[in-house]
């Protein structure tokens, strides 16, 4: 479970997540293959390629249920709620809206939630409205309002906030 405290971060530097453009070990396989032609490591190759294929073969055609997270423009809660964006708010209203039992959630690095999200509990979101209204730093920081269906809100916290003893 990562619900609990706020996500430690060093100030002044951003977070970097796992990054799409590096090269996949399976091509650097492949160029180091090539640069020691060896019969062997043609059959290993092949053998991987076989075994890749059969693996593709097996994968079943149905979507998994929905996970908790960010897809896109859908926010999944723990219990499989689906939320949809709305808009970013003040620290007034993410206080007023915490208030009245909305949910928070943390993007540490505001990348959308690749590198996972933090959720926390009723009882911390408690601590940060007994705390006041959050810091939300101009320059990288935010928080969105999403909404259920039946109205249930969740604030999506990014970045550069501060709100009371939890996130901090
Ligand atoms: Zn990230």
């Known amino acids: 479970m990562t619900s609990g405290s706020a996500a ?4 002044g530097t951003i977070p970097r997540c796992g ?3 590096l090269p996949s070990s399976k091509a650097l396989d492949l160029e180091s293959g090539s640069a020691h032609t060896g019969s062997m490591g043609k059959r290993h190759r092949r ?3 076989a075994e890749l294929v059969s693996a593709l073969e097996q994968t079943p055609t149905t979507t998994p249920p929905p996970r908790p ?6 926010l999944v809660d723990r219990e499989g709620r689906s939320y949809a964006p709305t808009e970013d708010v003040s620290a007034d209203r993410a206080l007023a809206l915490a208030a009245a039992g909305a949910g928070v959630v ?3 690095c505001g990348c959308g939630g690749y590198c996972g999200l933090t959720w926390f509990s ?3 979101v408690q601590r940060m409205v007994a705390a006041g209204p959050p810091a939300i730093r101009r320059r990288r920081g935010g928080i969105r309002e999403w909404r259920a269906q039946d109205g249930e809100v969740y604030l999506l916290v990014r970045d550069d906030v501060r709100w009371g003893d939890v996130l901090h």
């Open 122 to 124: 009723r009882e911390e």
């Open 106 to 108: 943390y993007d540490p």
């Open 19 to 21: 990054s799409p453009a």
């Open 8 to 11: 430690e971060r060093p100030r």
């Open 47 to 49: 053998a991987t390629f």
């Open 69 to 74: 997270g960010l897809h896109g423009r859908e």
